[in-house]
């Protein structure tokens, strides 16, 4: 079977590629499973195939929302494991998106100083980003991902079929992530692929080569620093004024189309700022552009963005570490503060360039 190995502290782990839940199970049933938490859209869709992996073990369905990822639902999911006797030999499988993962990853870690896990990604986001680097973020009050670990899986089952239920908005958002990938590894020829990957439609054929060249890129990054204390943090490109315009947009935008917009963003500032080339920043821009298309149902304030922005964990009193785009495959972390220039360039995005803006 093909599949992809990837080097963690907590123990080397593969990630297997297949068409199809019926040709991963082989590979699965060589692990013993105990409990699954599975998002119930997934199951619904793919009920007969996912029978056939359970196998009558007990079951515990996601609602698949932001809510589900705090410590409220931490705690609901801890008291069903203890209720249904899961011990220190007991392994969970998530099946779901980058919610599901990030609920499971953090109760295995907790629930009794820590459970194997391991993992169906079932959006395309989550096979070409989130399964990988073990890093997972629960929302605390209204702030996504405040509280987090480091966990990895025992194994990840990248099983197309998922995708087939996946409404196009998720694999739009899925790209998101895959094109922050790309710049981050930086030539030109894999912007082209992806260009060229996407005159097929959000569903080309090539999709599974895009997902595992994906992740070749970020292995190559979280193998050398799995912990971020600095490389790694090049990986939260586009992701501080995205989070904030989910935040801003009640989650309306998915995460992957709120990176892309982050990413357009803070290319705007980088040029304002002599860090990347107007020439670089619309090339990237025509990708989002046509390719990742959205439309925000209202105006956003560059104040509400700023103070989500405050609430970033890369902020201090000082201001916040923003990951810059110098160019293909060169990133920079520099320190900007919360002054009159920041609000001056957001507002200017917002006004004059917003990508997304609605008509
Ligand atoms: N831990 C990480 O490294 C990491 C990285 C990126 C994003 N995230 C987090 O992941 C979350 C987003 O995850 P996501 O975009 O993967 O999806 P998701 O888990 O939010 O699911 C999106 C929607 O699609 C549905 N769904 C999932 N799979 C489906 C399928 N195969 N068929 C039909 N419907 C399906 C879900 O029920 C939900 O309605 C955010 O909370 C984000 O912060 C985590
Ligand atoms: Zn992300």
């Known amino acids: 079977m093909d599949q992809l190995e990837i080097k963690s502290a907590q123990g080397n782990y593969q990630v297997y590629f297949t068409d199809n839940v019926r040709d991963a199970k082989s590979q699965f049933d060589r692990y013993e499973a105990t409990h699954f938490i599975i998002d119930r859209k997934v199951y619904e869709a793919h009920q007969q195939a996912l029978d056939s992996l359970i196998n009558g073990s007990s079951i515990y369905f996601i609602e698949a929302t932001e809510e589900t990822k705090t410590l409220a639902g931490v705690a609901e999911l801890s008291t069903w494991l203890q209720g249904n006797g899961a011990n220190r030999s007991s392994r969970l499988v998530a099946i779901g998106g980058g919610i599901t993962q990030d609920l499971v990853t953090f109760t295995s870690h907790v629930y009794y100083r820590g459970i194997p896990w391991l993992f169906f990604p079932t959006t395309l986001l989550s096979m070409c980003d989130s399964s990988i680097g073990a890093k997972c973020g629960i929302n605390l009050n209204e ?165 989500g922005a405050r609430k970033d964990k890369k902020t201090d009193k000082t201001g916040v570490n923003l990951i810059f785009l110098n160019d293909l495959g060169s990133l920079e972390i520099k320190k900007v503060s919360f002054d009159e220039r920041l609000f001056q360039e957001i507002s200017d995005y917002l006004k004059n360039h917003n990508v997304y803006a609605g008509r």
């Open 143 to 307: 702030f996504k991902n405040q509280l987090g670990v480091f966990q990895s899986p025992h194994a990840v089952f990248t099983c197309m079929q998922f995708l087939e239920s996946l409404p196009d908005f998720h694999i739009s958002s899925g790209y998101g992530e895959i094109l922050k990938l790309y710049l981050t590894g930086g030539d030109w020829d894999l912007l082209e692929n992806l260009q060229s990957a996407l005159q097929s439609g959000l569903r080309t054929p090539n999709l599974r080569e895009l997902i595992k060249t994906s992740l070749k890129i970020k292995k190559g990054i979280i193998e050398r620093d799995e912990y971020e204390s600095d490389l790694r943090r090049v990986l939260n490109y586009g992701h501080t004024f995205g989070h904030s315009l989910e935040k801003v947009t009640n989650h309306e935008i998915p995460h992957g189309l709120a990176v892309a917009w982050g990413m357009d963003l803070i290319n705007f500032i980088a040029v304002k700022r002599n860090l990347l080339s107007e020439r670089r920043f619309l090339e990237i821009r025509e990708v989002i552009k046509n390719k990742l298309p959205f439309q925000l149902r209202s105006s956003v304030s560059p104040e509400d963005l700023i103070e």
